[in-house]
């Protein structure tokens, strides 16, 4: 089965730039989708389709894929940002959903 | 306003039953891909069964053969039920709405959730 791998933590200091990466192999092949979770609430999607942004979401937040790794990048880190993230891939080959492990984004 | 609200959670023993529903408000459950996907206390999202528009379904590797997913398109509600229920399947569950007709579209709506506890 396909599997998506995600640094367990990343932190980041206010108005620097945060990486979150979702590795998977050759996930260029896929359509990447990006979950913010905040503590006892439900994901919301933040980036769709790669680098998509729903409406709503500031454009400081964004998303690439190429070769063997996803990119969630977000720019100008504020407080609020600070959640657990999740990278989410649909795997044709099995018709299964994939997440990866989930990221906790702390801002110092 | 598209609403999801699932109930049917709580605490059940080991090797037990229980269905869980999401009740769909502002679009039409049949129209859409609908999934469920379970969290674990402190842990990351998990993907537990899909059920297509044309009604296939498909489950996690973890629940096959005793989870199964449905709908009743009268009550416009969505359905897990969970069968043999296992330590492990203590989760909050979430039931998410697929954004378009096909697969690998992202989940843009999601209910508040509903937890189950399997403890004897």
């Known amino acids: 089965s396909y599997v998506l791998t995600q640094p367990p933590s990343v932190s980041v200091a206010p108005g620097k730039t945060a990486s979150i990466t979702c590795g998977g192999n050759n996930i260029r092949s896929k359509v990447v989708h990006w979950y913010q979770q905040k503590p006892g609430q439900a994901p919301v999607v933040v980036i769709y389709y790669d680098s998509g942004r729903p409406s709503g979401i500031p454009e400081r937040i964004s998303g690439s894929n190429s070769g063997n790794t996803a990119t969630l990048t977000i720019s100008r880190v504020e407080a609020g940002d600070e959640a657990d993230y999740y990278c989410q891939v649909w795997d044709s080959s099995s018709d299964h959903w994939v997440f990866g492990g989930g990221t906790k984004l702390t801002v110092l | 306003e598209v609403q999801l609200v699932e109930s049917g959670g709580g605490l059940i023993q080991p090797g037990g039953s229980l269905r869980l529903s999401c009740a769909a408000s502002?679009?039409?459950?049949?129209?859409?891909?609908m999934s469920w996907v379970r969290q674990a206390p402190g842990k990351g999202l998990e993907w537990v069964s899909v059920?297509?528009?044309?009604?296939?379904?498909y489950q996690a590797d973890s629940v096959k053969g005793r989870f199964a997913i449905s709908r009743d398109n009268s009550k416009n509600t969505l359905y897990l039920q969970m069968s043999s229920l296992r330590v492990e399947d203590t989760a909050m569950y979430y039931c998410?709405?697929?954004?378009?007709?096909?697969?690998?579209?992202?989940?843009?709506?999601w209910g508040q959730g509903t937890l189950v506890t399997v403890s004897s």
């Open positions: 059920i297509h528009i044309d009604g296939s379904t």
């Open positions: 502002g679009f039409t459950v049949s129209s859409l891909y």
């Open positions: 998410a709405r697929e954004r378009g007709e096909n697969s690998g579209h992202p989940f843009d709506y």
